[in-house]
């Protein structure tokens, strides 16, 4: 319905309903911001602790661990830079989101071989699967970027 279609009487009500939306995204934005910014010191933390567990017992186990946060981490400021971006009045890029997913993907495939159970070869074909999938998903966003820039 648009705004031409809502009765004059309804204006009123309507202006403080916007007002009371863009009032709670505000307050969401902050919430998400907030969110981010405890979820960098907990991946953070997380990262020390995979490092001193790699040196008290596998050093290549737990090198692939703290690689796996450190790529969480990575995630976390990617989403960072997007809420800073959409704070600042610009637009959320669906290529920010490819991205994460695909950072997702990779970490899987590199704590995949650590993990407790041993991967089955369709589990394993199924994450590389995903991943290119995303990847090329990731390179035609790219080329439509710079093909609608140019």
């Not at 690689?67 to 981490?73: E, P």
């Not at 035609?140 to 820039?149: H, V």
């Amino acid at each position: 319905m648009s705004q031409e279609q809502l009765p004059e009487e309804f204006e009123p009500l309507n202006r403080i309903a916007i007002k009371a939306m863009l009032w709670l995204n505000g307050l969401a934005h902050i919430i998400i911001g907030l969110a981010l910014a405890i979820s960098v010191i907990m991946f953070t933390w997380l990262f020390f602790l995979d490092v001193k567990e790699a040196y008290a017992h596998n050093l290549v186990h737990g090198f692939l661990r703290a690689l796996g946060t450190l790529m969480l981490l990575w995630s976390i400021s990617a989403l960072i830079s997007a809420e800073i971006r959409y704070l600042r009045g610009h637009k959320l890029l669906v290529e920010t989101f490819v991205e994460v997913v695909l950072v997702m993907f990779l970490r899987k495939l590199i704590v995949l071989p650590v993990q407790d159970a041993t991967p089955t070869y369709e589990e394993i074909g199924i994450w590389l699967a995903g991943a290119f999938v995303m990847g090329l998903v990731y390179i035609l966003i790219r080329l439509a970027d710079k093909t609608s820039s140019s």
